[in-house]
T-cell receptor, first 117, second 108 residues
Framework: NAGVTQTPKFRVLKTGQSMTLLCAQDMNHEYMYWYRQDPGMGLRLIHYSVGEGTTAKGEVPDGYNVSRLKKQNFLLGLESAAPSQTSVYFC????????????????FGPGTRLTVT | KNEVEQSPQNLTAQEGEFITINCSYSVGISALHWLQQHPGGGIVSLFMLSSGKKKHGRLIATINIQEKHSSLHITASHPRDSAVYICAVRSGTYKYIFGTGTRLKVLA
């Protein structure tokens, strides 16, 4: 199993350009998350999904959109990139079973380092 | 004030030393996670705790729910333990709050 993969690993964008980050997981997990990691700050949740076709806003959703058309994929889009979106982006997934604590363990992708100039 | 605070922020140890990293939180939680972020950036889950203590190899994690405090201990530290250790709490079904991490460097 590949676990959680992210594409691309690195990207440089100019202000105003758009791009899509792809997250894929092969563990049949229901829940998927997009986080950003900035120096001196903890991981912050951008958007999350609790199942195919459903998405919800996290802590810092402005400037991002997401889609989950297939259970295994979670896409993060930047419609008009800004320098403030320079960050490392992590995707994570977990499964859910009512009453099973360990089902919430998150599995992280390797990260995408995005620079917006 | 952050809802999840870790200490110390940076730690340098000599190989073989016993290491303790602390995590305090101010919200109600259903579980606490310890994560390890490698120098290359990848993040792996080390422990998930809701009470008591867990041990895996040279790593031990404890949690005191009443005091809202958790510790991660590394016994007989080794240079390969050098990484950033992150405490995260789950305060709702979907909501995780992450600490800013403790950067550990173990010298040979």
């Amino acid at each position: 199993n590949a676990g959680v993969t992210q594409t691309p690993k690195f990207r440089v964008l100019k202000t105003g350009q758009s791009m899509t980050l792809l997250c894929a997981q092969d563990m049949n997990h229901e829940y998927m998350y997009w986080y950003r990691q900035d120096p001196g700050m903890g991981l912050r949740l951008i958007h999350y999904s609790v199942g195919e076709g459903t998405t919800a806003k996290g802590e810092v959703p402005d400037g991002y959109n997401v889609s989950r058309l297939k259970k295994q994929n979670f896409l993060l889009g930047l419609e008009s990139a800004a320098p403030s979106q320079t960050s490392v982006y992590f995707c994570a997934s977990s499964y859910f079973r009512q009453g099973v604590l360990y089902s919430y363990e998150q599995y992280f992708g390797p990260g995408t380092r995005l620079t917006v100039t | 004030k952050n809802e999840v605070e870790q200490s110390p922020q940076n730690l340098t140890a000599q190989e073989g030393e016993f290491i303790t990293i602390n995590c305090s939180y101010s919200v109600g939680i259903s579980a606490l996670h310890w994560l390890q972020q490698h120098p290359g950036g990848g993040i792996v889950s080390l422990f998930m705790l809701s009470s008591g203590k867990k041990k895996h190899g040279r790593l031990i994690a404890t949690i005191n729910i009443q005091e809202k405090h958790s510790s991660l201990h590394i016994t007989a530290s080794h240079p390969r333990d050098s990484a950033v250790y992150i405490c995260a709490v789950r305060s709702g079904t979907y909501k995780y709050i992450f600490g800013t991490g403790t950067r550990l460097k173990v010298l040979a």
